[in-house]
């Protein structure tokens, strides 16, 4: 519905998962209501929400991948499922009063920074127009499907979708093809080998897949969980450190990765008994180069006798199959496209304007940066969750999202206070920073060897932070003033 005026409002956030319902619990717990959600899908969640293939899950287990405020003592096994997650989330949502702040089927379009009056002017795809001191955006790194262009799709003749856009279709008896072989594949394969008559897996390059040390939580443990809040923060603690001391692999010392190699072997063997297929299944590039994913039942599923590994290229699609580059045609009744997400488009196609009309996206040309992922210079109070280089291949985001909103908490507790009007991080600062994290992404385990979603079309790792997670909280801990113009 367009509304006639603008509606005056403090903050606005853009997105509802992790980011979005994060941020409105503690501006609900700082005792702020002068907020507005708005999301453009129909529920909260974010990538919860949107990727209900058939066993999606998480692989940071569930202690860790939640909120540090919002402990949940009753999680039912270490790593929670898709429905698990998105359930926490709506708990999350309930417990912080969010309702009424979110605008749910909301896309926000373009939003310009008003100098004369201090003020973002925000629009939405529907012609709502509102008035806020300050923009934060949640709208993630994972949030928009990435579709292979391959030739004639338009004309296949049954059902052809991405997997973080699952439709409810029967897939009992049916010959089925699965495109990619990423962090989706390896949860929806398995899933779905067992109902479907034939199954195609169309693989570009293969993954480096290790074994999910899954488990269920005893009762007792349950219990003490839920009596004792220092028993479950020390169990967060151990994850936490458990997961951290592998950014030690990518960041410090790779040789490490020789024994996560030697692992990778060992699980492929015990999964795959045609050597055949072994090898096709074997990365040919350095291990970390591309996310390591985590499967107990990937490599059996690619065992079965009803399943195929396709590594040709595909050629064509035809109304009902798939044909590859060695001529072969195969016989498909649905395709699913596990094929990722365009990480590398922050905010896009949202168009973002700044001081003196700088479009945001012409100043990313040479690909997206911000100041701790965070802020850019020529936006003033211009705030983004999970922004350029704070992705992790080793831990939980959620953990970098709770960093960032206690610095976004700091600076908009500025705003209100002092009667700061505008906060800008400074050029030079945000030039000098990602010329540090530039020199060492150079010098990564993910800029060579391999093309990854990391990485831009040109090569430049626009997702991934270079180190530690707990630096990253150090950083970002409290803002440094001198780094920021404050008027
Ligand atoms: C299948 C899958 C598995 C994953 N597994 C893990 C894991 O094991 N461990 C881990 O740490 N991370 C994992 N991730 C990464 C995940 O993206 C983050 O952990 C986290 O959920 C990001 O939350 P977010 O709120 O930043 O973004 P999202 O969850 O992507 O939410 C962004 C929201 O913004 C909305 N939005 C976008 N643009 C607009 C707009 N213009 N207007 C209005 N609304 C908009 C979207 O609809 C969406 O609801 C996974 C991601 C996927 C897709």
Not at 204 to 219: E, F, G, H, M, V
Request: proline content about 5%.
């Amino acid at each position: 519905m367009a509304v006639d005026r603008p509606r005056q409002i403090r903050i606005v956030i853009v997105g509802a998962g992790f980011g979005g319902i994060g941020m409105g619990a503690s501006l609900k717990r700082r005792g702020c209501d002068n907020f507005i959600i708005l999301e453009k899908s129909d529920s909260v969640g974010g990538v919860w929400h949107k990727n209900r293939y058939p066993g999606a899950a998480c692989d940071v287990p569930a202690h860790l991948y939640s909120f540090s405020f919002e402990l949940r003592p009753d999680w039912p096994q270490r790593y929670a499922s898709q429905a698990e997650i998105l359930d926490y989330l709506n708990h999350c949502a309930r417990t912080y009063g969010l309702a009424p702040h979110i605008r749910f089927g909301t896309e926000v379009t373009d939003a310009r920074w008003d100098e004369t009056h201090n003020r973002w002017v925000v629009r939405t795809a529907d012609d709502q127009l509102f008035h806020a001191q300050a923009l934060v955006t949640a709208t993630g790194q994972l949030s928009r499907p990435s579709h292979p262009r391959l030739p004639c799709a338009t004309r296949f003749s049954g059902p052809i979708f991405h997997s973080a856009e699952w439709r409810d279709c029967d897939l009992h008896g049916k010959s089925v093809a699965v495109v990619g072989t990423g962090a989706s594949a390896t949860q929806l394969v398995p899933a779905i080998a067992p109902i479907v008559s034939k199954l195609y897996v169309f693989q570009r390059s293969a993954a480096y897949i290790l074994p999910k040390r899954d488990k269920i939580y005893p009762r007792w443990q349950i219990r003490l969980f839920r009596h004792c809040r220092g028993a479950l923060r020390l169990r967060r603690m151990l994850i936490y450190l458990q997961h951290e001391h592998r950014a030690f692999a990518f960041v410090t010392w790779r040789a490490v990765l020789r024994t996560k190699r030697r692992a990778f072997t060992r699980h492929l063997r015990r999964g795959v008994k045609q050597a055949d297929l072994r090898d096709r299944l074997t990365p040919d590039y350095r291990m970390g180069c591309k996310r390591i994913l985590l499967s107990n039942d990937f490599y059996p599923a690619m065992d079965r006798a009803n399943v195929e590994l396709v590594t040709e290229r595909i050629e064509e699609i035809r109304p009902g199959a798939i044909v590859t580059g060695d001529a072969a045609e195969r016989k498909v009744d649905c395709i699913i496209f596990a094929t990722g997400f365009a990480a590398t488009d922050f905010l896009v196609p949202m168009k973002m304007t700044g001081l003196r009309g700088q479009d945001l996206h012409q100043s990313w040309k040479g690909g997206a940066e911000a100041y701790l992922g965070m802020t850019v210079a020529g936006f003033p109070n211009f705030f983004m969750l999970y922004g350029p280089n704070t992705n992790l291949a080793h831990n939980s985001i959620v953990f970098m999202i709770e960093s960032q909103i206690r610095h976004v908490m700091a600076c908009l507790a500025r705003l209100g206070g002092d009667g700061a009007r505008s906060i800008e991080v400074k050029e030079n600062i945000q030039r000098r920073f990602n010329a540090r994290i530039r020199r060492r992404l150079e010098n990564s385990i993910w800029s060579k060897g391999c093309m990854s979603w990391y990485l831009t079309a040109a090569g430049k790792n626009t997702t991934n932070w270079p180190g530690y997670s707990f630096m990253f909280r150090l950083k970002t801990r409290t803002p440094n003033w001198d780094d920021y113009v404050v008027q």
